[in-house]
C-alpha cells in the first residue's frame, strides 16, 4: 500500500521545474490513451456535502443503489497495490472519497488500462469527473464506487505538503486561489462574507431601499476626508479621482426624490495599510429622507443583527477569544461622556484652548499640541483613550463639528453634530449623520476644508459646486449611514485581518517585497 499527497514526487528534494516537467510528461501519456487532459465539460449530478447528509445512516460495508456523477479535486491517495486505491476528492461544499476497484473500472471503462492509468498517470492537486453507486466502507468512510472516471483537468504544479500546508501568510494572500484549495475555512469565509452582503441587500429592499449605482471616477473627491487615487482620462484630457466615498451622488438622488436609497461597493483611500486598513475596500452607504441620526441607529442595529442570526445563527459570538454580544439595544453614550468616564476630564466645560491642552496633557495624551480647537482635541482624548476599550457594540454619538464637515449641527448643544459612530471589538463599524441640509452652511465648511487642502492637508478636498447647487434645490430630512462590510465581515468571520476577508487584497509585487 502506499499513501500519497504528491505521487510525481519520488525525490525529496524535486524541485517545482522537474515536477512540472513530470507532469507535462502525463499530459502526453493521457493524450496517447486517448483521454483529454483538459476537458470540456462534465454532467456533475451531486455534491459532496449533500451526499454527505443524504446517507449519513448508511450503514457500514453496504451499499447504495444510488447512481451519482461527482467532480472536484483529488486531495489525497491511498493505492492498495494493483487492484484497489482510494481517493479523496473535494468539491466546493466538502470532500468525499472515490472507490476505485479495479475490476469495477475495467467493466465499465472503454480502455482496457483504465485503471493502471489512473494510477499511474494522475496525481494530487487533478481535478476528475467520477460517476457510480454510493457505498460506505466497512472503516464508515461514504464513497463513490467508481465505475467511469475521466481526467478533467491535469494540475501541472504540485499543492501545499498536506502537514505543513499553506502556512506563509504572505503567500496565502498572493496565491489566494492556492489557500482556497488547501484551506477550507478559508473558502467558509468568503461563502459567509457572501451571505453577509446578501441578508444586508435582502434585509434592505424589504424596508423599500433601492440600489443605485453611483460614478467611481469623479472630478471632485469629496464625501470624506481621505487622500484620493488620482487617474487621468486620455479621451477628455483631465485628472479623475477614485471615489473615497458614495455620499455625495447618493445625496443627490434624494435631491431627486428617492426616499430610500443605498449602495453596496468598492471605496478606494490612498492611505496606510494594516491589519484593519486596505486602500480598496467595500462599504454599503444608505439614505434614508425624513429620517435622522436616531434612526439610523436603530436601522443599523437591525441591519447587523439581522445578517448574524441568519449567517451564524446567533447573536452572542466570539471574536478572537473575546465574547460579543451583538442583542440589541446598544449602549449609547456621547464622546464627551465617554471620554470623561475614560480620563476624567469634561472637555465640555474648557473654553479655552490653551487650558484643554495643559488638561489633556496631563491626562496622558500625546501629539495634540497641533490641534487648533477643543473639539479635536476631544476627538484625539477619544481615540488615544477610549476607542480600544469599546469591546460591545457601542454608538459613540455628538461629535465636534470641526471633525464632521457633512452632518446636521446638533439640535440642542452648540458645537456639536448630530454624528454617531459604531464601535465594536474596538475598531469603528459605521458611521452615520443627521445629514446636512442647509447650502449655506455646507458651503462654509466645504470652502473650509478647501482652504485646508491649499495649506497642504492631503485629505481635504476642493468645493464641488455641482452638490451645493443640488443642496440648493433642496434636500429632505435626511439620515446617512455607513457601515465597513470588510470589518463586518472580520467580525462575524472571526477574521484578525482585514486582508483575510478580502479574496484578493493589494500586495506589493514579490519583487519590491524587501525594498
Request: net charge negative; hydrophobic share 40%.
Amino acid at each position: 500500500m502506499s499513501r500519497d499527497r504528491a505521487s510525481d514526487t519520488p525525490q525529496p528534494n524535486s524541485t517545482l521545474e522537474e515536477i512540472r516537467a513530470t507532469r507535462l510528461e502525463k499530459v502526453e501519456q493521457l493524450k496517447q490513451t486517448g483521454q483529454i487532459p483538459f476537458a470540456y465539460r462534465w454532467e456533475v449530478t451531486h455534491h459532496a456535502a449533500e451526499l454527505q447528509a443524504k446517507f449519513a445512516d448508511l450503514p457500514n460495508g453496504e451499499e447504495a443503489e444510488f447512481e451519482v456523477s461527482v467532480a472536484g479535486r483529488v486531495m489525497a491517495r491511498r493505492v492498495m497495490g494493483k487492484k484497489l486505491a482510494f481517493f479523496s476528492l473535494q468539491d466546493e461544499t466538502g470532500t468525499i472519497q472515490l472507490y476505485l476497484d479495479e475490476a469495477r473500472i475495467t467493466e465499465h471503462q472503454s480502455q482496457p488500462d483504465a485503471f493502471s492509468h489512473l494510477i499511474q498517470l494522475t496525481d494530487v492537486g487533478d481535478i476528475l469527473g467520477a460517476k457510480g453507486i454510493l457505498k460506505r466502507t466497512n472503516r464508515g468512510e461514504l464513497s463513490v464506487n467508481v465505475s467511469e472516471y475521466s481526467v478533467l483537468t491535469k494540475s501541472l504544479l504540485p499543492l501545499p505538503d498536506k502537514w505543513h500546508g499553506l502556512t506563509d501568510v504572505a503567500k496565502r494572500y498572493r496565491q489566494r486561489y492556492v489557500d482556497l484549495i488547501v484551506n477550507p475555512e478559508v473558502r467558509e469565509t468568503f461563502r459567509r462574507r457572501a451571505l453577509i452582503t446578501a441578508s444586508i441587500r435582502r434585509y434592505l429592499d424589504q424596508q423599500g431601499f433601492i440600489e443605485i449605482e453611483t460614478p467611481v471616477l469623479m472630478s471632485e473627491a469629496g464625501g470624506a476626508e481621505a487622500r484620493p487615487f488620482i487617474t487621468y482620462h486620455n479621451t477628455l484630457e483631465m485628472d479623475l479621482y477614485l471615489r473615497i466615498a458614495t455620499e455625495l451622488h447618493l445625496k443627490r438622488l434624494i435631491v431627486g426624490g428617492f426616499e430610500k436609497v443605498f449602495e453596496l461597493g468598492r471605496i478606494f483611500r490612498n492611505e496606510g495599510v494594516s491589519t484593519r486598513h486596505n486602500p480598496e475596500f467595500t462599504t454599503i452607504e444608505l439614505y434614508q429622507a425624513y429620517a435622522d441620526y436616531h434612526d439610523m441607529m436603530a436601522l443599523t442595529e437591525t441591519i447587523i443583527s439581522t445578517a448574524a442570526q441568519e449567517v451564524l445563527g446567533t447573536l452572542k459570538i466570539s471574536y478572537q477569544g473575546t465574547e460579543v454580544d451583538l442583542t440589541p439595544p446598544w449602549r449609547r453614550v456621547t464622546m464627551h461622556d465617554i471620554v470623561q468616564e475614560k480620563t476624567g476630564v469634561d472637555f465640555s466645560q474648557f473654553t479655552d484652548l490653551e487650558a484643554a491642552k495643559a488638561a489633556a496633557k496631563q491626562a496622558g495624551l500625546h501629539d495634540i499640541d497641533e490641534c487648533e480647537s477643543i473639539g479635536k482635541i476631544l476627538n484625539e482624548a477619544f481615540e488615544q483613550k477610549v476607542e480600544e476599550t469599546l469591546i460591545q457594540p457601542t454608538f459613540i454619538i455628538d461629535y465636534p463639528v470641526e471633525i464632521s464637515p457633512l452632518a446636521k449641527p446638533h439640535r440642542s448643544k452648540p458645537g456639536l453634530v448630530e454624528r454617531f459612530e459604531l464601535f465594536i471589538v474596538g475598531r469603528e463599524t459605521a458611521n452615520s449623520f443627521s445629514e446636512l441640509t442647509d447650502p449655506i452652511d455646507q458651503r462654509d465648511r466645504l470652502e473650509a476644508q478647501a482652504a485646508r487642502k491649499v495649506a497642504g492637508d492631503l485629505e481635504a478636498h476642493n468645493v464641488d459646486e455641482d452638490f451645493l447647487t443640488a443642496l440648493e434645490y433642496g434636500m429632505p430630512p435626511t439620515g446617512g449611514l455607513g457601515i465597513g462590510i470588510d470589518r463586518l465581515v472580520m467580525l462575524l468571520t472571526d477574521s484578525p485581518s482585514i486582508r483575510d476577508v478580502i479574496a484578493f487584497p493589494l500586495l506589493k509585487p514579490e519583487k519590491s517585497e524587501d525594498a
